[in-house]
């Protein structure tokens, strides 16, 4: 009697196939009947709920503990560090591996007009929200809310409210969800960029929460500055696509993103030049980081 081989096969081919090629990535669609999260009322809601319980813990640690001592968290901020690096290090391998095959599948619809790089930038008109990267799009909707917790986590721990994660936060749920919604076009180079840098930022989080060295720089705020600065790049690589090449997918939605991109940039930059002439001015007085001042304002830094 014949011995019976069952063929092993290699991690990375078990990898590529439920990233990429599982019937439930490739099946996908985005619908209100299908998808969790996917109406209108659960966008505003969701993002008026994070508002207010925002608020109301702020308000509510105020009254509590007016000297503002920070809560002891333990290994709850190095947990979620860990977590959303990893989360997001596989919506990254998903899209990207996601893209690639849907390149190669759909490549002979638009290949005399477009090429890989620009299909990625421009969707062809009449694209639905359904199939591999769409599938990971929605996985990175869903991962907005968990990025939410940093917010309560950053409120606990330092007592003052952080109005650039209420309005960077907000921003981001709101336009993954307009991807989604119009199918719009730039997505998938967003989210490829967006999860690479998260991961990496993520990743160092875990590494300076565990007790590991910081950087001597900022090293959260440029990664965050560096990314939005791609995308604006990008998206003029949006507007030129739809203007030469008969229009892109989602036109609409990418507009008013571009200007929810923009706030976001000003603020970020707003920020950064706060920090910066902030520690200039330490520097410029003599302070060594040694001062309770100087050591609060580094702390602040490398939060960042």
Wanted: one cysteine or more; hydrophobic letters at 45%; a positive charge.
């Amino acid at each position: 009697m014949a011995a019976i081989t069952i063929p092993i096969r290699k991690p990375i081919q078990y990898l590529t196939y439920y990233l990429s090629e599982h019937p439930s990535v490739v099946n996908f669609r985005w619908s209100p009947s299908q998808s969790w999260g996917s109406t209108w009322s659960f966008l505003f809601t969701s993002i008026s709920l994070y508002l207010i319980l925002s608020l109301f813990l702020h308000l509510l640690l105020c009254l509590l503990f007016p000297r503002r001592k920070p809560i002891s968290l333990g290994p709850i901020p190095a947990f979620h560090s860990l977590s959303m690096a990893l989360i997001s290090f596989t919506i990254f391998s998903g899209i990207f591996l996601s893209a690639a095959a849907e390149i190669r599948d759909t490549r002979w619809f638009w290949r005399r007009s477009k090429t890989p790089f620009q299909w990625l930038l421009c969707f062809p008109l009449g694209t639905r929200p359904s199939g591999r990267v769409f599938f990971w799009s929605y996985v990175f909707y869903l991962s907005r809310f968990l990025d939410l917790f940093r917010t309560f986590l950053s409120l606990l721990r330092r007592r003052k409210l952080p109005t650039h994660h209420l309005l960077n936060h907000s921003i981001l749920i709101f336009s993954s969800f307009l991807w989604l919604e119009f199918s719009q076009s730039f997505q998938v180079l967003a989210i490829i960029s967006t999860t690479l840098v998260s991961s990496i930022v993520y990743g160092y989080r875990f590494w300076t929460a565990i007790g590991l060295p910081s950087a001597c720089f900022p090293f959260v705020l440029n990664c965050q500055i560096a990314l939005l600065g791609c995308n604006l790049i990008c998206h003029i690589g949006v507007l030129l696509m739809h203007l030469l090449k008969g229009g892109c997918n989602g036109i609409g939605a990418w507009g008013f993103n571009s200007v929810l991109n923009t706030a976001i940039l000003s603020l970020f930059l707003n920020f950064y030049v706060k920090r910066y002439l902030n520690k200039s001015k330490i520097t410029d007085n003599g302070g060594d980081g040694g001062s309770s001042d100087g050591g609060i304002e580094s702390e602040k830094l490398k939060d960042q």
